[in-house]
């Protein structure tokens, strides 16, 4: 039987799943909550792209990157949610341990290119500090 409560898991698994699918169903919109201006130029974007990546009135347009940043985090909640639900406790700590760092480099990316925006790291730098903090106490316990 495991020592580590199975909620703190399946909360930021289930975070991870809702974040995915703010950026697949509203791309344009999730620039925003990540902290990075929207594209400026539209380069090759078919015609039969949906309106999120239509031109909006400030001239910009969500990448098709944003798709990936979605199925990303959705494949991160996934993974959270199955090893807790395997019971699988040093993979799930290595883990949660991975995606402290890549919340660092998420925020070091939106603090090099956010612009008026890149305060935003903040956000990713305390979710990184968040996870890097559970991943200690899972591995002094």
Not at 64 to 81: A, D, H, N, T, W
Request: aromatic share 12%.
């Amino acid at each position: 039987m495991s020592i580590f409560l199975p909620a703190p898991a399946y909360v930021l698994g289930t975070a991870c799943l809702g974040r995915g699918l703010m950026a697949l169903l509203s791309p344009r919109k999730e620039y925003g909550h990540v902290g990075l201006p929207l594209e400026s130029q539209v380069a090759a974007i078919p015609s039969t792209t949906s309106k999120t990546h239509a031109n909006g009135p400030d001239g910009g347009f969500a990448s098709p990157l944003m798709y990936f940043k979605g199925i990303r985090e959705i494949s991160y909640g996934l993974v959270l949610i199955a090893l807790q639900g395997q019971g699988s406790e040093k993979a799930l700590t290595t883990f949660a341990a991975v995606l402290s760092l890549v919340r660092f480099g998420d925020g070091l990316v939106v603090w090099l290119y956010g612009n008026e925006l890149r305060w935003n790291a903040l956000g990713h730098w305390i979710t990184g500090a968040g996870f890097a903090g559970w991943v200690a106490w899972r591995w002094n316990h």
